[in-house]
């Protein structure tokens, strides 16, 4: 099952929304953490765009260093103000602004009295000043003032603002208020609070546009100082919080009278757009120098008249370390900064728009969605570049709006919803992989049931058509004898006809001959007469004899018929199944089945794979090499591999190749025969053992697990594992720790493991012989490696390179291939594969003497794709009768080849081809058997044509007399049943099934 574009879509919005919702809840449990992230990414943007310059409708006059080096430190005296604001009056300023605490009298040591009124004075002419107001945060103060500062109520509302407007209760509250004492109040043109609220990481990114306290609401000195300068009043400034600050009908440069608004945030708070460093970038004019300027030069007032007439001048402390402020340009600015920076955003209109807070998560939402259908929408390391590639358009994005609009996006946030929605999109399409996979294996198991139903119906059918074969050459036989019986009995029924005629006869010429002629005497006749009754008496059972066999020959021609007409119903109802089988889309019983590619492989990719392999695999077959090309794909991988294979397809090799071409290459490489392991020594030989665990345990042994540690194990053979056994084995697939024997500590290995077998698991499963959960740890991918006699083009290079490893192995020379010997490997069906081909040619080297390798020198029999009638006629020589007539598969060719090639030495032919005594006698017995009832229960005919040689005829035939005496005795101490199968199964347990049919001919021709 695959997602359609509908599912990919649902899913994505599902996993879209649930991410959106997660980051919430991380946003609600670490709201300092991800807030802070955000303020960085703010600061890095602005870092990024880079410093403006403030509006030239701005002038900034200093107390720097400088300054406070001529002047002195600490507390000014005021005159040095008034002085300064009387020149800027003069020189046409239009709005001054003094950033400086008035909330007490000058003392006397600075002028006292004298330099307030002075400072009054000043105030009172230029009538252009404001005021700072220092306010506290609420929680700052232990009881809300609601004193109003201490003045007359009407004197402060005219300073400040005295409606009640309806963001009344939205502003933030302070707590203390700290006014310029009431002479400077009273005289100056406006006030404004120098509040700047710190965010959480303790930078200033933002001022309050207006603050609370009580039912005043005092607006900030930069918001003040930018209304006057604009021409609006208190009463004309809109405050709508997250939406604008308005100042209706101001002025701007041109001159144009126009609504000017700025975007503030949810509590009013205008976001400011630094236009750059206090430090190197911002230009101002120290005190000291204006005072210079005018006190010195004759000019002076005209020189400041060109710099500051008709703009605003804010005039700051900028020496107050503890008035430093960190920006998200600086770590140090002047509080004043802030001030100016607050008129330029207002002035320049450099509008800085904050998302709000439901845009925010609704722009999370969205993009949480598109990050989760990209991730599904695409596969593997695409998916991984398309959210990488949304992320970085994205944070482009992002930049782009807050540069060119002044729109300040989240990042952070984002961020974390684009994690979140990867890996809820890799955890969906996991979790439907898994549900697929368990899907597909449900399919798989009905499917393989099926399959596995239709082979076993098969060989029922197979076994039954085995038994009818048999049954019907046995009836055969028996029809050759009974026909030949029933003309005996008719020719004798003649003879004996005439014979009583005869007597007849006799009798008669004696009975009428008179006695004068001299006949025979009474003894004579008394003879005759008992002649002719037994004659007759015979006469009589040769007559039912006769018909005996006549209704014997007639009822046998009737079953003839029926077994006849079951045998074709039999094969046709087999095809009907081979059919079935062939259309079933069972026809693999894997899941993970891997079958090559048959994609044609270009010259350049068949040259790279030959040349990958070329030490460990001879091959240009396009089959194998693509397997080869697969195989180098899944090296790199930790995927468990299974190779199948008849034996002889090179498995091992095959494993080797996936542990040189993986990471794990020059590391141990561990084959194991797991059909060669003891039950007994199991673990010990598998997990190791400690000295003296067991009798003979003489010293500490590394299992194969250990000595493949970081490793491969390639576990050969495992389909021929104990049933028992393959749960120790699945333990350790499971855990990844092994425990030697006699130990209790359990070892950690890593080990890949790569197995092969020859078996079909699937049936092996079906009937309970091998454990589905160990199949499904062992075989991630499997991959079938062809037989040698479906890549026959190999066949030359493989022989060409086996007979020079021979010929150096053992000494020889190095002898080339005659025509009729190559042809003769060209047709042989190898069915041993490499393995059989490698040890005919080293017996060919061996044997050979003459210049070339002749197709004697080979030693292989013939192999006859056609079933042979057996001769009615007497055969010439039978007892150089060869196989040919025998309808052997190819096991069974290869059984024989071994057994005459060792002079029929069962413990020879056992070590060759590698299997028990036992095993080898009974293939042997079964055999004999087969070779009897198809010779129609000639035993030398028998002989002759398993010996091959006259000269092990003899041989052959004492064991035929011996294996038939030996059934005869089975059969007479326990007849068969009606199951014959299971009679076969108890008496001969270790005999090949296919047998049975020829033991059921034997004892249905009355042999035994």
Not at 588 to 596: D, Q
Request: net charge negative; charged share 25%.
């Amino acid at each position: 099952m695959r997602l359609t574009s509908l599912d990919n879509h649902g899913a994505a919005l599902v996993i879209g929304i649930v991410s959106a919702l997660v980051v919430v809840m991380l946003y609600i449990l670490m709201p300092n953490l991800i807030s802070s992230w955000e303020l960085s990414t703010y600061d890095l943007r602005m870092q990024l765009r880079g410093s403006v310059k403030l509006t030239s409708q701005l002038v900034i006059i200093a107390r720097d260093d400088v300054s406070d080096e001529e002047i002195g430190v600490g507390i000014w005296n005021r005159q040095v103000f008034a002085k300064v604001i009387d020149a800027l009056h003069r020189a046409g300023a239009r709005v001054i602004a003094l950033d400086f605490d008035f909330s007490q009298a000058s003392p006397k040591e600075r002028g006292g009295e004298s330099s307030d009124q002075a400072l009054i004075s000043a105030m009172r002419q230029s009538h252009t000043v404001f005021l700072p107001l220092q306010v506290t945060q609420e929680q700052e103060s232990e009881t809300s003032v609601d004193r109003t500062f201490g003045l007359n109520a009407s004197v402060f509302l005219e300073k400040g603002v005295s409606h009640r407007p309806p963001f009344l209760l939205d502003v933030p509250r302070v707590g203390q208020v700290f006014p310029p004492m009431f002479r400077f109040l009273s005289e100056a043109n406006g006030i404004g609070h120098v509040a700047a609220i710190p965010d959480i990481d303790g930078g200033y990114r933002r001022t309050p546009a207006f603050v609370r306290s009580g039912d005043v609401i005092i607006p900030a000195l930069g918001v003040s100082l930018a209304a006057a300068y604009l021409g609006v009043s208190p009463e004309a400034i809109e405050l709508t919080p997250e939406k604008t600050l308005v100042f209706k009908g101001a002025i701007a440069s041109d001159g144009m009278q126009r609504d000017l608004s700025i975007p503030v945030d949810l509590q009013g708070n205008v976001l400011l757009d630094y236009a750059g460093r206090w430090e190197g970038e911002t230009e101002y004019f120290p005190i000291i120098d204006v005072l210079n300027k005018i006190e010195n030069e004759k000019d002076g007032i005209d020189g400041l008249r060109k710099t500051v007439q008709g703009k605003a001048v804010l005039i700051i402390h900028a020496a107050i370390e503890a008035d430093k402020r960190r920006t998200p340009l600086e770590l140090k600015a002047p509080g004043g900064f802030i001030l100016a920076n607050t008129f330029n955003t207002i002035v320049t209109e450099r509008k800085l728009h904050l998302l709000p807070v439901w845009e925010q998560w609704g722009l999370t939402g969205v993009l949480a969605i598109f990050v989760a259908w990209s991730a599904l929408l695409l596969q593997g390391w695409r998916s991984l570049v398309g959210v990488s590639v949304l992320g970085v358009l994205y944070i482009a994005g992002a930049y782009g709006a807050f540069a060119w609009f002044g729109m300040v996006a989240p990042i952070v946030v984002p961020m974390v919803g684009l994690v979140v929605a990867s890996g809820g999109a890799l955890t969906w399409t996991s979790w439907l992989g898994l549900g697929q996979v368990r899907e597909a294996e449900s399919k798989r198991m009905a499917l393989q049931q099926e399959v596995m139903g239709l082979h076993g119906l098969r060989e029922k059918q197979e076994a039954r058509i085995r038994q009818l074969e048999a049954a019907s050459a046995a009836a055969q036989s028996a029809r050759l004898t009974q026909e030949q019986a029933l003309n005996d009995s008719q020719h004798l029924l003649v003879e004996q006809v005439d014979y009583v005629k005869r007597l007849e006869g006799e009798l008669a010429i004696v009975k009428g001959a008179p006695r004068e002629q001299g006949v025979p005497s009474a003894e004579e006749r008394e003879r005759l007469e008992i002649e002719l009754r037994r004659a007759k008496e015979e006469l009589v059972q040769t007559e039912n004899r006769a018909v005996k066999w006549q209704n014997i020959c007639e009822y046998e021609a009737q079953a003839r018929e029926r077994l006849e007409t079951e045998l074709r119903l039999a094969k046709a109802e087999r095809e009907k199944t081979d059919q079935t089988i062939a259309s079933s889309p069972a026809k693999r019983t894997s899941l993970w089945a891997h079958e090559p590619s048959h994609t044609a492989l270009s010259a350049d990719e068949k040259k790279k794979l030959q040349d990958l392999c070329e030490e460990d695999i001879i091959t240009s077959d396009p089959g194998l090499l693509h397997c080869l090309k697969d195989l180098e794909k899944v090296a790199q991988s930790m995927v468990k591999i299974m190779f199948l294979g008849e034996p002889g397809t090179g498995k091992e090799r095959f494993a080797f190749l996936a542990h040189k071409w993986s990471d794990r290459k020059g590391r141990p490489f561990v084959p194991v025969n797991m059909a060669a392991i003891p039950p007994d020594l199991f673990e010990s030989q598998l997990f190791g053992h400690k000295k003296g665990s067991f009798t003979g345990a003489i010293a500490n042994h590394d299992g194969y697990f250990l000595q493949a540690d970081t490793g491969t194990l390639f576990l050969d053979e495992i389909g021929d594992l104990n049933f028992v056994l393959q749960a120790k084995l699945l333990r350790v697939l499971q855990d990844g720790f092994v425990t030697r024997v006699g130990e209790k500590e359990a070892i950690r290995v890593d080990v890949r493991v790569v197995s092969a077998t020859n078996k079909d698991l699937s049936k092996e499963i079906a009937e309970g012989r091998f454990r589905q959960d160990l199949y499904d740890r062992l075989c991630g991918i499997e991959m079938r490696l062809p037989p040698l006699r479906e890549r026959m083009g190999d066949v030359p290079k493989l022989a060409q390179l086996f007979l020079g490893q021979a010929a150096v192995r053992n000494k020889k020379p190095n002898r080339p291939l005659s025509n009729d010997a190559s042809a003769r490997l060209q047709t042989w069906t190898w069915p041993g594969n490499v393995r059989e081909l490698e040890k005919c040619l080293e017996r060919a080297v061996l044997l050979a003497e003459g210049s070339e390798i002749t197709e004697r020198d080979l030693g292989l029999g013939r192999v006859s794709d056609e079933l042979v009638v057996p001769p009615t006629a007497t055969p010439s020589s039978p007892m150089i009768q060869d196989t040919d007539d025998i309808d052997l598969s190819l096991e069974e060719l290869e059984f024989l080849r071994a057994m005459r090639q060792h002079c029929l030495t069962i413990g020879n032919a056992a070590d060759e081809l590698d299997w028990s005594r036992d095993t080898v006698t009974e293939w042997w017995k079964g055999l004999c058997f087969k070779a009897l009832v198809y010779h129609q229960f000639d035993r030398e005919k028998a002989a002759a044509s398993l010996a091959g040689e006259s000269g092990l005829t003899k041989l052959v035939l004492k064991k035929l007399n011996e294996y038939v005496k030996g059934l005869n005795k089975v059969v007479s101490e326990d007849p068969p049943s009606s199951d014959f199968r299971a009679w076969c199964k108890q008496h001969f347990k270790n005999l090949p099934a296919c047998y049975y049919p020829a033991i059921d001919a034997l004892i249905r021709a009355r042999i035994v």
